[in-house]
């Protein structure tokens, strides 16, 4: 059965510095999110992303944030200078078309450390 | 926000079976009911969603009231293994977005 997988598993970065999460979403799915959830808190939506651009986002997706597909099978999220509140799992998802009726499935996450 | 609520906890004894309801009393007739579950820090994963009729697969029926303001997922026969918060969602508008509220965390006992 198809499935979304990232990459790193577990991610620490110190204060400051730049660090990309990759996803490889399910092959034919043509919508992309990224989400994430602070130890105890809530899962919270961060950006989706279709044909190449961004079609919606938090307000947490600041400009620290950035995400792309470099090419036909990755999806990824940039986080230029990492704060201490940053440490959270980063979870990737992907659907097929949008969520009138399309399944949205969520890899297993990239649990981040910044110390 | 959230257009949906849900009971903080549930129990339920393994094997029989657990209805976890949710309110959604706002939704548009055109939106969706997504069922999503999270065992402890792992992805959500996905269980089912529906519009207007009662929905089953293999891991779960969902029973829609005829005026759509509430919906309950039904594990037919829980296990331990589905000891998890589960989250009732409607989509945003746009479709692009989900929106986790608190769940419901459900504890399945021997």
């Known amino acids: 059965e198809p499935e979304v997988t990232q990459t790193p598993s577990h991610q620490v970065t110190q204060m400051g510095q730049e660090v990309i999460l990759r996803c490889v979403p399910i092959?034919?799915?043509?919508?992309f999110y990224w989400y994430r959830q602070i130890l105890g808190q809530k899962v919270e939506f961060l950006v989706s992303?279709?044909?190449?651009?961004?079609?919606?986002k938090s307000e947490i997706f600041d400009d620290q944030f950035s995400v792309e597909r470099p090419d036909g099978s990755n999806f990824t999220l940039k986080i230029r200078s990492t704060k201490l509140e940053d440490s959270a799992m980063y979870f990737c998802a992907s659907s097929e078309a949008l969520l009138w009726g399309h399944e949205q499935y969520f890899g297993p996450g990239t649990r981040l450390t910044v110390t | 926000d959230a257009k949906t609520t849900q009971p903080t906890s549930m129990d339920c004894a393994e094997g029989r079976a657990a209805n976890l309801p949710c309110n959604h009393s706002t939704i548009s007739g055109n939106e969706y009911v997504y069922w999503y579950r999270q065992i402890h820090s792992q992805g959500p994963q996905y269980i089912i969603h529906?519009?207007?009729n009662n929905e089953t697969n293999e891991m779960a029926s969902l029973i829609i009231t005829e005026d759509r303001k509430s919906s309950t997922l039904i594990l037919p026969h829980a296990t331990l293994r589905d000891t998890a918060v589960y989250y009732c969602?409607?989509?945003?508008?746009?479709?692009?977005?989900?929106?986790f509220g608190g769940g419901t965390r459900l504890m399945v006992k021997p």
């Open positions: 992303f279709y044909n190449n651009e961004i079609s919606e």
């Open positions: 092959s034919n799915h043509l919508y």
């Open positions: 969602i409607a989509p945003n508008n746009a479709g692009n977005m989900l929106t």
């Open positions: 529906g519009l207007k």
